[in-house]
């Protein structure tokens, strides 16, 4: 239990990767404090809200004293340019980079020795579809957070991010194309990303950090043109 008695901090913790994470941490001997908007057995809240923010970070402290890990790794709001409202695009923002920048913030004089914070971008913040502008912005944002908080938390807390290609939060298994267009031949699950999540907590990566690692399944490198390996483009 390598994690016996870490203090883990777990934003939108309540399902898919986070949920994964909240699990695995609490296998290993962890104390997992959760926040999430949905309803249930942690502290519930909205993490666009400065308030919120403030009194969780608080109730963390009182119950524990310090912080090991934040892991951020809430869903920011997916839209696009043609709907996505002045406000909606905001709250992204405010959900994918302010919450986690906030948190470190609060936490900066809390973190043990050795900390670590994990921030959960996607392989979005190095490519787009269309329609996707709320959600890539926050993803991008994140990605650059991460080696901005590495140089000042230097010599005090690590900083890295995992940037997450396709993965399943149902565990379904994929066959035909969409299994194969990876070069991994299979979509990801959340283990992909909690097995990441624990290692770049630990010691073993205790030489890692401000970096951005992409478990895709190597979609990322796949290198596309028309007509070439039998892919077609048909148009945006």
């Given at each position: 239990?390598?994690?016996?008695?870490?203090?883990?901090?777990?934003?939108?913790?309540?399902?898919?990767?986070?949920?994964?994470?909240?699990?695995?941490?609490?296998?290993?001997?962890?104390?997992?404090?959760?926040?999430?908007?949905?309803?249930?057995?942690?502290?519930?809240?909205?993490?666009?809200?400065?308030?919120?923010?403030?009194?969780?970070?608080?109730?963390?402290?009182?119950?524990?004293?310090?912080?090991?890990?934040?892991?951020?790794?809430?869903?920011?709001?997916?839209?696009?340019?043609?709907?996505?409202?002045?406000?909606?695009?905001?709250?992204?923002?405010?959900?994918?980079?302010?919450?986690?920048?906030?948190?470190?913030?609060?936490?900066?004089?809390?973190?043990?020795?050795?900390?670590?914070?994990?921030?959960?971008?996607?392989?979005?913040?190095?490519?787009?579809?269309?329609?996707?502008?709320?959600?890539?912005?926050?993803?991008?944002?994140?990605?650059?957070?991460?080696?901005?908080?590495?140089?000042?938390?230097?010599?005090?807390?690590?900083?890295?991010?995992?940037?997450?290609?396709?993965?399943?939060t149902s565990f379904r298994q994929y066959e035909g194309p969409d299994a194969t267009q990876h070069f991994a031949g299979r979509v990801g699950t959340p283990?992909?990303?909690?097995?990441?999540?624990?290692?770049?907590?630990?010691?073993?990566?205790?030489?890692?950090?401000?970096?951005?690692?992409?478990?895709?399944?190597?979609?990322?490198?796949?290198?596309?043109?028309?007509?070439?390996?039998?892919?077609?483009?048909?148009?945006?």
């Amino acid at each position: 239990m390598i994690f016996k008695d870490k203090v883990v901090v777990i934003t939108g913790g309540a399902q898919g990767i986070g949920k994964c994470c909240v699990e695995c941490f609490r296998r290993e001997g962890a104390k997992v404090a959760v926040i999430d908007i949905r309803q249930g057995p942690w502290f519930v809240g909205d993490l666009a809200d400065k308030a919120t923010l403030e009194r969780f970070s608080s109730d963390v402290i009182a119950q524990n004293g310090h912080v090991d890990v934040l892991v951020n790794n809430a869903l920011p709001l997916f839209k696009g340019i043609a709907d996505c409202s002045y406000e909606e695009f905001a709250y992204a923002q405010a959900v994918g980079v302010v919450a986690p920048f906030y948190l470190a913030k609060l936490f900066q004089n809390h973190f043990a020795p050795g900390a670590s914070i994990i921030n959960i971008s996607s392989s979005r913040d190095r490519m787009s579809q269309p329609q996707s502008e709320s959600y890539t912005a926050a993803k991008g944002g994140i990605a650059a957070l991460t080696h901005a908080l590495a140089a000042s938390f230097a010599g005090k807390v690590r900083v890295n991010s995992i940037s997450p290609g396709w993965i399943d939060t149902s565990f379904r298994q994929y066959e035909g194309p969409d299994a194969t267009q990876h070069f991994a031949g299979r979509v990801g699950t959340p283990m992909d990303i909690a097995n990441m999540v624990l290692y770049l907590a630990s010691d073993k990566a205790g030489f890692i950090t401000g970096e951005n690692i992409c478990i895709d399944g190597g979609m990322t490198r796949n290198m596309i043109y028309h007509n070439d390996f039998g892919w077609q483009f048909n148009g945006l």
